[in-house]
């Protein structure tokens, strides 16, 4: 007992010889500093020594204070570090410029590279302050450190907000393409230099023109979207942006169809499905997986092929497949008799048809440009067949105009069945869009001017209509020319009499070539 007093009467004297040396709130003030940031475990000893200060030393004694009265100034004014509620990274407090209080994850799980990333802040603030920077180059710093996926996120959700959906995907996927094959990680990594290279790079790997002017426009218009809402500033990569002369080199260009071409496609189209059921089987030479298979369809096969298939399938089967060759042929008798694109056809609804009207209709959701249409006439002919279709679907105002829209390789295959050539002489492709040149085209074979192609068409400029969306070698062009006043001079009247008279009994000299 007594020896338990005497240890306990002794760390008493020696704790009152060690305690008073210091404020009374020493300890609190330390264990804040280690939570908040203001100063490490290691660094309390250095600003507050734990040797006893002699209590006469006036001046010692004073300068403690002063410390301690300045450290808690800093607390009011610089970052506090402190982690939230079931968060494994550090969190920061601090005062921007304009003296607002902000909290802000660091992203740091270490406290030290916490404490790094809340100085680079807090010299940041210190810069904007002093005018040594600006407060949108601090905002596009911020930004430029942010991972480049979240700026392409935010991109796609600003384009998707003002246009369609499959333009902001397409925009978007090409962007991301050149941030992924030239590693880019943040906004900091896209320099003019390397965009330079990743052009130069595809061309070299055969890329198109048209389609490395695509992939520059999409990144012109990120690059402005950056631009406009303050994530870059100054000189940006877009100086790296290559432009490319597309007219010269030119790899797909479009045809139209001729006229006995349309109605071969639309009657392949609606016998096809029936038709691929019924194919022969021939044997293959030089194959050696399988010595058996289909014979391809074609015109004179295409007839006889379906009539097997009506025999040997079941009355409900062939009632679908035929079903599915009439909405195909019907999909490709509106794209020939609207100029209407693939996706804005399957984009309509049965209530979109007005058949009292003969018009289409198009929601500007739906329209490529984001206009919309009203009241686009339609030949009188495809508006009783397609009133009649309707009917016999049974189908609701609601329903789709168009449930089954055709492919490119279901196209592909109505051409063969066809038998039209995807490939000319020349060298010009089919595909579906060629729907849509042929439709301009044909219009203007009808007497349509340009000025009314171009309206009907939904084009913007004359050019695009003329240029890319006429097919001149359907045109009546040598009609045209014999038409033009003669350069002949005058001969003797009897000369020019008889000359009169053959030109009454030969008319077609003169008349252009029309329409069949």
Not at 101 to 130: H, L, M, P, Q, Y
Not at 490 to 516: H, I, L, R, W, Y
Request: net charge positive; charged share 25%.
């Amino acid at each position: 007992m007594c020896v338990c007093t005497f240890i306990i009467i002794l760390l008493y004297v020696v704790g009152r010889q060690i305690i008073p040396a210091y404020p009374a709130d020493h300890f609190n003030i330390k264990r804040r500093c280690d939570l908040w940031g203001g100063y490490s475990q290691n660094d309390i000893p250095a600003a507050y020594p734990r040797t006893r200060k002699p209590a006469g030393d006036v001046h010692e004694l004073g300068s403690y204070t002063h410390d301690l009265a300045a450290h808690q100034r800093r607390h009011q004014e610089i970052d506090m570090l402190y982690k939230q509620k079931n968060s494994r990274v550090w969190w920061a407090k601090y005062r921007d410029a304009d003296g607002v209080v902000r909290r802000r994850s660091t992203g740091c799980r270490d406290r030290g590279a916490a404490r790094s990333v809340v100085n680079r802040w807090r010299e940041e603030v210190e810069r904007i302050k002093s005018g040594v920077i600006s407060a949108p180059e601090a905002t596009a710093a911020k930004h430029a450190a942010q991972p480049v996926g979240e700026h392409l996120t935010d991109y796609e959700a600003a384009l998707r907000a003002t246009g369609t959906a499959y333009h902001a995907k397409l925009t978007v996927t090409r962007c991301r393409r050149v941030c992924e094959d030239l590693g880019v990680r943040s906004l900091r990594d896209l320099t003019p230099g390397g965009v330079n290279r990743w052009f130069v790079g595809r061309r070299a790997e055969g890329m198109g023109a048209v389609t490395g002017n695509h992939y520059a426009t999409a990144l012109r218009m990120w690059f402005n979207w950056l631009r406009r809402n303050g994530r870059l500033t100054g000189d940006g990569p877009e100086a790296g942006i290559l432009r490319f002369k597309a007219r010269a080199e030119r790899r797909h260009i479009r045809r139209a169809l001729r006229e006995e071409e349309a109605p071969a496609l639309v009657r392949a189209a609606s016998l096809r499905p029936l038709a691929d059921r019924g194919r022969e089987r021939v044997k293959k030479v030089g194959n050696k997986r399988s010595n058996w298979g289909y014979a391809t369809l074609t015109p004179d096969t295409l007839e006889a092929s379906a009539t097997r298939a009506r025999a040997k399938l079941s009355p409900l089967v062939v009632r679908r497949l035929e079903a599915e060759g009439e909405a195909r042929a019907m999909f490709y008798r509106a794209a020939l008799g609207s100029g209407f694109r693939a996706g804005e056809l399957a984009a309509m609804l049965v209530s979109d048809f007005d058949a009292q009207a003969g018009t289409f209709r198009l929601d500007a959701g739906d329209e490529k440009a984001g206009r919309g249409v009203e009241g686009q006439p339609i030949p009188p002919e495809l508006v009783a067949d397609l009133a009649a279709w309707v009917a016999a679907r049974r189908a609701r105002p609601g329903d789709r105009l168009f449930p089954a829209p055709a492919t490119l390789k279901a196209f592909n295959l109505d051409l063969v069945a066809a038998g039209i050539d995807k490939h000319d002489e020349r060298g010009r492709v089919l595909d579906i869009h060629s729907l849509r040149k042929t439709y301009i085209t044909w219009l203007q074979r009808a007497g349509a001017s340009l000025k009314e192609a171009q309206h009907l068409a939904r084009h913007t400029s004359v050019e695009l209509t003329a240029n890319d969306y006429t097919d001149p070698t359907l045109l009546n062009m040598s009609g045209r020319v014999a038409a033009m006043p003669s350069t002949r001079p005058q001969a003797a009247s009897g000369a020019s009499e008889q000359q009169a008279a053959g030109a009454e009994t030969d008319p077609t000299a003169t008349m252009p070539k029309t329409m069949p």
